[in-house]
């Protein structure tokens, strides 16, 4: 049986900012995962990376993501995109700079 | 210190001119990024995990106050107020913006400063022991040939596209405070007969695949550093690996091949380039050498010193860990630890970063100093004016009295802000700084040197800690390893791995663990924990580590 796909984000830093970037369903970056498209097929998720590649005044370094449906929308699976989406944890900067991110 | 030529300052207008057409380039869509990035990295331009990140060389780890001063005022206007000194002398500003790095990097122009070769396939920043030009254990100062080293380096047309990247460091001492046998290159100032030259230590490297460099020439004559060195950077240029990045360093040559061949491989080449040397670098290095000539050194009493240490328990105690003995009576050498318990190792605020100039520039004979330990040093200070330098560290924060000890921990940025960590340094050594802090137990343990890389690259220098930590990425969650033994000094060693690692909650009390058997070990209160480790082996240390093991075995 074929392995099961895991469900994934499109990813990226923004061009001049260096912000984390997700990729919405409506074609717009977000800086908040949950309003990320989740995609949950193979080879859709292998086109909207291609849509994501093809914006390169926008974005940079974009890449598929794991990622879980959550209550508010995309969760992270692993540690490094948990932290990418909040921030470091020595100072509250990053996203969750005067914001919650959760 | 070393002043810019006109050479020079036209050189880095143009260099920052020319990036700056390339930002504009990449933000206009005439450059794509893959165009891009080597463009911005070869001006120290990361793009890390949460933003941006500049890394802006600190030559051989020296700064007078105005350059100081221009650090803070670019991480007031540019990044969040602060910046991050790094293990090898540089300084790192996590949140720039695209569109300004031109700016800043025009910011450091004006102070003499640039981020030329903090990155990519070249020769890196020239570190140097911190303590250089100050410490009475000396031979001779450092940096003027450190200078020199950059000036030949810097733009060298052979140079700029090799097999990886290539580290020297130098040190003028007998004891090595530069890591000098953890670098492809390291150069150490001795003398033979009277006369001045280098031993030459080639193949030494941390990361994935550890190595102490070897000697390639135990007495190299002075004048002829740079032929030797071009014949060495340029022997390895040559054969070094470029079909795998993990093999392509030179220690990897090295090994492979055996110090043997590669010196007489050297030595042939250095016979073809040693005429090319016309003498002109000996000029050159005068002339440097002049701008290098050490203050007159005020001589004053040290009274006021003396009645501070006899009343303040707080000046005592910092006088005790933070000074190291000096070159020139009723002068000593001024450590100031960027590791106030709690804090990230190497971090400073811009007023912090203000609060140091402005000791250097009053009582400093104008001069800094970035160890890569991560702590400033203040080289040149007289007795007297400690009590009042103390005075004004603790105001600012910065008058920890950690020097040497648990606390005073390297740690690479991590997961927390660098894209290839694999988990996080930072609050690792946050939590064993503050522990030991409520233990009260620091002076007790003594010397003891811990180092915290967040990645196999190994930028926190983990394998020549005393005590080492490697974190990893061990099936999706944070894992940390313990190196025990390792020594960065002129005896070098390569700590070996204990056993297997602890998660993120387990570190923390398998280090306690760690260290109270140390304590119960040592056969005297001197004794440190690098000399017991030495004397007993791994297998105390390990039952400490692993208790459920021994339970199990028993």
Known sequence: MARQFTPKVVTANALIEGDVIYLTDRDMWTRDMHMAELIT??????????????????????????????????????FREDFRRRGPSNYAHGKQEGRAYV | MYKYSDFDADFVAERNAQFRGQVERRISGALTEDEFKPLRLMNGLYLQLHAYM??????????????????????????????????????????PKLRDVPDILDALADVQMHAIQTSGNCIRNVTADHFAGAAADEIADPRPVAELIRQWSTDHPEFQFMPRKFKIAI????????????????????????????????????????????????????????????????????????????????????????????????EARFEKLRPTYSGVDQALLADIEDQFAAPEFASRDV????????????????????????????????????????????????????VMASLAKRFGYDELRVSHEQNVILPHVHMADLPQIHAELKKAGLATANIGLVSDIIACPGMDYCALATARSIPIAQQIATRFDELKLENDIGELKIKISGCINACGHHHVGHIGILGLDRAGVENYQITLGGDATETAEIGSRVGPGFSYEEILPALERLIAAYLTLRETSGETFLETYRRLGAAPFKAALYPETKANAA
């Open chain 1, 41 to 78: 097929d193979e080879a859709h998720a292998q086109l909207r990376l291609l849509d994501a590649q093809r914006r390169p005044s926008e974005a940079v370094g974009a890449y598929l993501a794991d990622a879980a449906p959550g209550p508010n929308g995309p969760e992270p699976t692993h």
């Open chain 2, 54 to 95: 500049l890394r802006v060389a600190v030559p051989y780890g020296t700064l007078n106050s105005r350059q100081m001063t221009k650090l803070a005022d670019i991480a007031d206007r540019w990044d969040k107020g602060y910046g991050h000194f790094t293990t090898r002398q540089n300084i790192q500003f996590n949140w």
């Open chain 2, 171 to 266: 040190t003028g001492a007998a004891s090595d405070r530069a890591v000098t046998k953890a670098h492809d290159i390291g150069l150490r100032i001795v003398e033979r007969d009277g006369e001045e030259g280098f031993e030459v230590v080639v193949g030494g490297g941390l990361g994935r695949t550890p190595m102490i460099g070897k000697v390639l020439r135990d007495f190299l004559p002075r004048a002829d550093l740079l032929a030797y060195l071009e014949a060495t950077v340029s022997t390895w240029n040559q054969i070094g690996r470029r079909d795998n990045k993990y093999k392509a360093r030179i220690k990897i040559t090295v090994h492979e091949l055996g110090i043997d061949t590669i010196r007489e491989q050297v």
């Open chain 2, 303 to 354: 009274d006021a010193y003396d009645i501070a240490y006899r009343n303040d328990p707080v000046f005592r105690s910092w006088a005790d860990t933070n000074l190291t003995p000096h070159m020139a009576e009723g002068h000593t050498i001024v450590s100031i630890s960027l590791k106030a318990h709690g804090q990230t190792p190497g971090d400073a605020t811009s007023d912090q970063m203000r």
